[in-house]
């Protein structure tokens, strides 16, 4: 910068202190739009609607199946080595998510650990969505070569051999018998019951208040000293950007920030694999899946299933996968389905540029933002955190 | 007079002449149709694509490839049959001596086509999308064969593709020249050129027929579609029904048509989240449609098809969430 575009500056600076010293005493325009308020509202954790019934798991609700669901969740012994649980890959610290680009437990396994947090509330399990209840969703992994590994008779061998969990099954769900002399359906019958009651588990694990939420708490209260203290001015600055031309909340809406729904967003293939087809795979396979909404483990007896009855199909749902929620977002990394991008800022330059899809159709538009811009939106995005102790689980 | 329509569909008929015109740089079974590489098995098409997503990020490729490393090759079938045909895909070193000009004559003469194969995918169905990811170790002149046997005849079809690795290909000149092709045509359009060569009529009409081809034909009774929805407007993500109310323009309500409903964001290239369907006839010209949801704030259009005994048509809802 030459020395007269300094003196500029300089000027302009002093000008600057001028106008907001006078500014001060005048009323200020409201620092958000009515409409600005009411969508910051609907991301608001206090407008997450209640616990949706989960009518296809009868101890969705229960305490005592929670509390028996966070051991098993817990329980090393449901493997084929004895070394990995639930929590090998979803940690606690890391706001369940392992830290990984892909899940490795007995293997590598072929996406990113998605969070909990929050999943009770979509009817779609897995990037792909190819389950489609949390308790159907907590048997795969125990059967699956790369994870636990184990098989559906050896974990319901295992609570079985146990007096504590076998006493606790029979309190919840009557008698269980020898797994080695149960008919297939029987056998099937326990171990959905044992995902049901991991899904009873998961249920509890509740998003819980960030900044972000304390700020609009600030905002609708209309106090602005608050609102000046939670948040500087990148993060708020971010948040504009995030509920207006960022296009963020296109897809990353209400109060868990994700519409439970899948998009093709242009994300290269992780080295070695062939682009990941996504939901296009995983609608098929949950219309399959042996544990469905439409299967006679579902404990709804009015077989009322219109996730399954209004499920898209079809080209489109090539390279489509869910949106996660963005809560907890700087503890969850790295991100996309292969755990392709591993930063924040990486993901943002991914969605201002929004190039051409390998596969399918970017829905994407790029966005055209500044480096600037998508600093403050990194910086707005790490107020979507809340800490560890609030998350209410102890494990 | 010409109206901007007749314009309009004058340039999407040159655009089409351009892009189904052939095989400007046709050789084995990819050509490049405008910007669009297409791969021939036989009658069957898909579009073809390369990617070197390691070293060249989301650059696509159709042919040639820069660089001997990672290489997704990617098929968007263009035909249905394809998603229900057992393909297999195979890599061999350019051993014809035939270079660009090889053909599937050349690679039966192959004596032992194992020694040359670099890459081989036995066959299998792939119901949505064809891919595979092959790590090039060496620079050179190659050939893929896929192909493709139809589950009923049992023929088998072939499509043989020879590429070069570690060349920059000639990337997009027809597309270029099928650019200059359009605004050529268009200059000859618009400065009267053709007329004077063809005649007045002849020109605007040869652009009316065309167009019309081109564009959704209805002979169908004007129709009015409403909706009601029990808690007012639609809320984001969730689930809900409708109430469809169909009447022509004079008021009479339609009962006893067939409904179809699809819908989704023009802006986004995407459909509804979910395949809602019409349930029940609720009698008044009513129709019950179930599973509507909408996952996006935005701007939508639901698409209301509907057939009757006088014929069938189409209505938009437009509706901004």
Redesign the interface.
Known sequence: MSFGLLKIAAALAALGLFVSACDRGASRAPEWTEAEVTTLKSLWLESLPDLPDDPSNAVANNAIAAEFGRKLFLDARLSANGGVSCSTCHQVARRFTDGLRKARALGLSDRNTPSIVGSQYSPWQYWDGRRDSQWAQALAPLENAHEHGTSRAQVVDTVFGDTDYRMTYEALFGPLQNPAGSSNVELNIAFANIGKSIAAFERTIMPTTSRFDEYVAALVRGNADAQREILNADEKAGLRLFISKANC???H??PLLT?????NT?V??F?????D?AR??GV?EVFGSEFNCRSIYSDDSAGHC??L????????L?GATKTPSLRNLEHTAPFMHKGQLPSIADVLDHYNKA??A????N?AEPLGLNTAELQQLEAFLTTLTAPVSELGVEL | MISRRAVLYCQLISLFTVLFSGDVSAHGGVVEEDDLCVIKVNYLRAHFKVYQPGALGHEQYCEDLPMATESVFVMEYLHDSLSEMPIDFRIIRDVTGKGRFARMEDIDLIDDIDSATVFYRAPVVEPDIYLVNYQFTEEGDFIGIVSARHPDTGKVYAAVFPFEVGFTGLGYWPFFIGMLMLIQFQYLFMSGRLKRWFGKEVAVAACFVLGLLLSPVSFAENLVVTYTTSDGDPEINKMHDWIVHIENDDGLEIEDAIVDVEGGMPEHNHGLPTKPLITAELGGGDYKLEGMRFHMSGYWEIIVSITTDNGSSKVTIPLQL
């Open positions: 909340t296109q897809c809406n209400g519409n439970h729904e899948f998009h242009g290269l293939n080295p070695g694999d062939v682009p087809k296009a795979g098929r219109p996730e009855d209004f499920a898209r199909t079809g080209i489109e090539i190039p051409d390998m596969i399918g159709h829905e």
